[in-house]
């Protein structure tokens, strides 16, 4: 069975563009859940979606978004890049949301804006 | 405020000696608590998960322990392998109002010197 794929792998942006990060999660699993990683701030929790609904979402502003298609693959956006955006971004999928499924997370997408 | 502390921040050892990792919490109200290792570049990938009524559980040469009454776990690492060098991270789950949130230790880097 596949695992969690993340694309791209690797991404730089400059300040004020957009990015979208693909996720696409083990087979069966329709529970998504994206995470902001940083070396000084640890994992943080952005967002889970479940069955195309955002089901939970973490501490971060607007210009952060996401989506889940009828296929349990999701999308991250995040608008107006800013330098302190540079962060591995990692997506998790699971069977169910919001209990305590295993999570199994993707490689992650190393972002770097300049 | 809920909150997840590691320690050490980084440890360094010899192949083949054991070591002891530290996770105190203040997260509440307690759903489970997991142990992921990170490989540099990579995701996280569980070693345990462990409910309230669980004091210790093992996975190989990984034991977790878990004390819920004074909120700490520890990860102990038998007969260190230079493969066991990455970053372990402690999460705790809580369930709140039908949601899931985990909170994140900010980790602990190992590295196992030949």
């Known amino acids: 069975k596949a695992g969690v794929t993340q694309t791209p792998r690797y991404l730089i942006k400059t300040r004020g563009q957009q990015v979208t990060l693909s996720c696409s999660p083990i087979s069966g699993h329709r529970s998504v859940s994206w995470y902001q990683q940083t070396p000084g701030q640890g994992l943080q929790f952005l967002f889970e979606?479940?069955?195309?609904?955002?089901?939970n979402k973490g501490n971060f502003p607007g210009r952060f978004s996401g989506r889940q298609f009828s296929n349990s693959r999701s999308e991250m956006n995040v608008s107006t890049l800013e330098l302190g955006d540079s962060a591995l971004y990692l997506c998790a999928s699971s069977s169910q949301p919001g209990t305590a499924s295993e999570q199994y997370f993707g490689p992650g997408t190393r972002l770097t804006v300049t | 405020k809920n909150q997840v502390e590691q320690s050490p921040q980084s440890l360094i050892i010899l192949e083949g000696k054991n070591c002891t990792l530290q996770?105190?919490?203040?997260?509440?109200?307690?759903?489970?608590l997991r142990w992921y290792k990170q490989d540099t570049g990579r995701g996280p990938v569980s070693l345990t998960i462990?409910?309230?009524?669980?004091n210790t559980k093992s996975n190989g040469r990984y034991t977790a322990t878990l004390d819920a009454d004074t909120k700490q776990s520890s990860l102990h690492i038998t007969a260190s392998q230079l493969s066991d060098s990455a970053s372990y991270i402690c999460v705790v789950s809580s369930m709140n109002t039908g949601f899931q949130k985990l909170v994140f230790g900010t980790g602990t880097r190992l590295l196992v010197s030949p």
């Open positions: 462990m409910t309230f009524s669980e």
């Open positions: 979606y479940f069955s195309e609904t955002q089901r």
């Open positions: 996770c105190n919490y203040t997260v509440s109200p307690f759903s489970n």
